[in-house]
């Protein structure tokens, strides 16, 4: 089993739809979770990160579920710059260490 | 992202030959990775460095090799014995705690 599982779609959906990623992940000890947009032949970038009581950055909406170990990526409005892959992050601590373990992403295309 | 730059943006490599690709980073982050990523496929880690003078195998070493002599410079060597060096190698940054990380524009490798 991969340490963090995505969905990786693709998900095509149309203008103004609102679309829902999920991701999970199997280590309890992880600890900082983080959603990463990357375009086609870029470097991934910080989307934002997900905190436990869940948080709001304009039209996306990130959970976390520390008991089903699952995080969500909600986008409402979606607009065809939205169109990407989107990367879940986890870090997870091991004594002194913290490693962070990337899923594979959910691909996702706005269409006109 | 400001602050991680990597160098040259494309790289071509022939048979029997090692080639480095430069990591450097003006953002005084103590930790230092280098990732792999193949088309249409996730990152997988390559080496990382959370402190000058150390560094530490990721999943897929083998063929690489890296050093870590200053704090603003994590250069990655792809050597001959890496049979399929063709990727987009990704330098990142993170300051530590549970705190994201950050990655440069990336270096894209072929084989001549």
């Known amino acids: 089993r991969k340490e963090v599982e995505q969905d990786p779609g693709p998900f095509n959906v149309p203008e103004g739809a609102t679309v829902a990623f999920n991701c999970t992940y199997s280590?309890?000890?992880?600890?900082?979770f983080f959603w990463y947009r990357q375009d086609c032949r870029k470097e991934p970038k910080l989307l934002m990160s997900v905190y436990s009581s869940g948080n709001e950055d304009g039209r996306f909406t990130a959970q976390l579920n520390r008991a089903s170990q699952y995080i969500s990526l909600l986008i409402r409005d979606s607009k065809l710059s939205d169109s990407a892959t989107y990367l879940c992050?986890?870090?997870?601590?091991?004594?002194?260490?913290?490693?962070?373990?990337f899923g594979s992403g959910t691909q996702l295309t706005v269409l006109p | 992202d400001g602050g991680i730059t990597q160098s040259p943006k494309y790289l071509f490599r022939k048979e029997g030959q090692n080639v480095t690709l430069s990591c450097e980073q003006n953002?005084?982050?103590?930790?230092m990775y280098w990732y792999r990523q193949d088309p249409g496929q996730g990152l997988r880690l390559i080496y990382y460095s959370q402190i000058v003078n150390d560094f530490q195998k990721g999943d897929i070493a083998e063929g690489y090799s890296v050093s870590r002599e200053k704090k603003e410079s994590f250069p990655l060597t792809v050597t001959s014995a890496q049979k399929n060096p063709t990727a987009f190698y990704l330098c990142a940054t993170r300051t530590g705690g549970f705190q994201p990380q950050h990655f440069g524009d990336g270096t894209r490798l072929s084989i001549l």
């Open positions: 992050v986890v870090l997870i601590s091991s004594g002194s260490a913290r490693q962070l373990t």
């Open positions: 953002l005084n982050h103590d930790a």
């Open positions: 280590n309890s000890a992880s600890q900082s």
